[in-house]
């Protein structure tokens, strides 16, 4: 008799992540395209990723992680990688962000991007901030946004006003420090 109430408290926490995991991924479908098109400091992508009204791209969501490898963050930040793709996924621009507030209002802040471009039929990420550390942390992103399923939305259904967005070069205050020279 034990276990039945063991059994409906790991299926109500296994539902109750499941959801929640959902309403990130919701947020982030909304907000990254958000936050690239329409942020004062931007537009972050370039019109010719956009031009026929349609962003294509990919995301990637990374929580701080308990036992960072060595190509991971060691500063307890939730972190998100956007890829904005051409049609054929040869080119693109990546935009890293840290995710600093994860209730309404959402707050994202860019604090990375670099070029993807195709050299030698290998994916690459051109200008970049950062050194060699950097640039293995991104390539290592890049290679699993790559085979991410595309997301697609058009000009019109981004929102405008659903975020806070900022970016490195223009950052608002808010609760929680993040120093991009410091990744480690």
């Given at each position: 008799m034990k276990r039945c109430p063991r059994l409906v408290l790991f299926l109500v926490a296994s539902f109750s992540l499941a959801a929640r995991a959902q309403d990130s991924a919701a947020t982030l479908r909304a907000r990254i395209p958000e936050c690239a098109v329409h942020i004062k400091d931007g537009p972050w992508v370039p019109k010719e990723f956009h031009g026929d009204g349609v962003l294509r791209f990919t995301y990637l969501y990374e929580p701080p992680k308990?036992?960072?490898?060595?190509?991971?963050?060691?500063?307890?930040?939730?972190?998100?990688?956007?890829?904005?793709?051409?049609?054929?996924?040869?080119?693109?621009?990546?935009?890293?962000?840290?995710?600093?507030?994860?209730?309404?209002?959402?707050?994202?802040?860019?604090?990375n991007n670099g070029h993807v471009v195709t050299r030698q039929a290998k994916l690459d990420i051109d200008d970049a901030l950062g050194g060699v550390w950097t640039h293995e942390h991104l390539m290592r992103r890049l290679a699993r946004l790559k085979t991410l399923p595309l997301q697609t939305m058009t000009l019109q259904e981004i929102p405008e006003r659903g975020a806070t967005c900022d970016s490195y070069a223009h950052a608002t205050e808010d609760s929680l420090s993040y120093d991009a020279s410091h990744p480690q």
């Open positions: 308990k036992n960072p490898g060595e190509y991971d963050y060691r500063n307890g930040t939730h972190n998100v990688y956007a890829v904005f793709w051409n049609r054929g996924r040869t080119k693109g621009e990546l935009l890293q962000f840290v995710w600093l507030r994860r209730t309404a209002p959402i707050h994202l802040r860019i604090v």
